[in-house]
T-cell receptor, first 108, second 111 residues
Framework: GIQVEQSPPDLILQEGANSTLRCNFS?????LQWFHQNPWGQLINLFY???GTKQNGRLSATTVATERYSLLYISSSQTTDSGVYFC??????????FGAGTILRVKS | DTAVSQTPKYLVTQMGNDKSIKCEQN?????MYWYKQDSKKFLKIMFS???????INETVPNRFSPKSPDKAHLNLHINSLELGDSAVYFC??????????FGPGTRLTVT
């Protein structure tokens, strides 16, 4: 099946810093989503981005489908950005395959 | 308004018991899912239903039985619970293959 690799596995930032999270996938996909799992366990949709670039406030994402990767940019990080960031891809049949996640800690 | 809701939020039970988790979505979506998140935070799909019809069953033990009474509800019944079933179970919904929205999760602890 398709492989989804996220990097880095862990990231510690000082408040106000910027960061880039990467998601590589091993085959072509129909759909790609980024999620934030907050410290209370809720999975929050960040982006639905099978291709192209989207921005939402301090967050933006770019997916280059032909090169099989996606990037999530976090600018001016805040402590509330802490949590786990997941990339998930759908290849067929509405089945999302998740990466292992990036654990982000933002220190004040 | 809660888009995807699950009950209960926490479930503590003993090995061998049978339990159910309920899920409801008010987004008008036609597809619903169950995912399992293990202790290492890894998320994996278990089942998917489209308009009450099972379309994905990912090699889950047959002690797990999903039931969809209508397209807004997808329940998960687990028989003869084992220690290894301890996890967080997430329900999700989508309109066809578009963006999936997740419920708050149910933390199941089997003792």
């Amino acid at each position: 099946g398709i492989q989804v690799e996220q990097s880095p596995p862990d990231l510690i930032l000082q408040e106000g810093a910027n960061s880039t999270l990467r998601c590589n996938f091993s085959d072509s996909v129909n759909n790609l989503q980024w999620f934030h799992q907050n410290p209370w366990g809720q999975l929050i949709n960040l982006f639905y981005i099978p291709s192209g670039t989207k921005q939402n406030g301090r967050l933006s994402a770019t997916t280059v489908a032909t090169e099989r990767y996606s990037l999530l940019y976090i600018s001016s990080s805040q402590t509330t950005d802490s949590g786990v960031y997941f990339c998930a891809v759908e290849q067929y049949g509405n089945k999302l395959v998740f990466g292992a996640g990036t654990i982000l800690r933002v220190k004040s | 308004d809660t888009a995807v809701s699950q009950t209960p939020k926490y479930l503590v039970t003993q090995m061998g018991n049978d339990k159910s988790i309920k899920c409801e979505q008010n987004l008008g979506h036609d597809t619903m899912y169950w995912y399992k998140q293990d202790s290492k935070k890894f998320l994996k799909i278990m089942f998917s239903y489209n308009n009450k019809e099972l379309i994905i069953n990912e090699t889950v033990p047959n002690r797990f039985s999903p039931k969809s009474p209508d397209k807004a509800h997808l329940n998960l019944h687990i028989n003869s619970l084992e220690l290894g079933d301890s996890a967080v179970y997430f329900c999700a919904s989508s309109q066809q293959s578009y963006e999936q929205y997740f419920g708050p999760g149910t933390r199941l602890t089997v003792t």
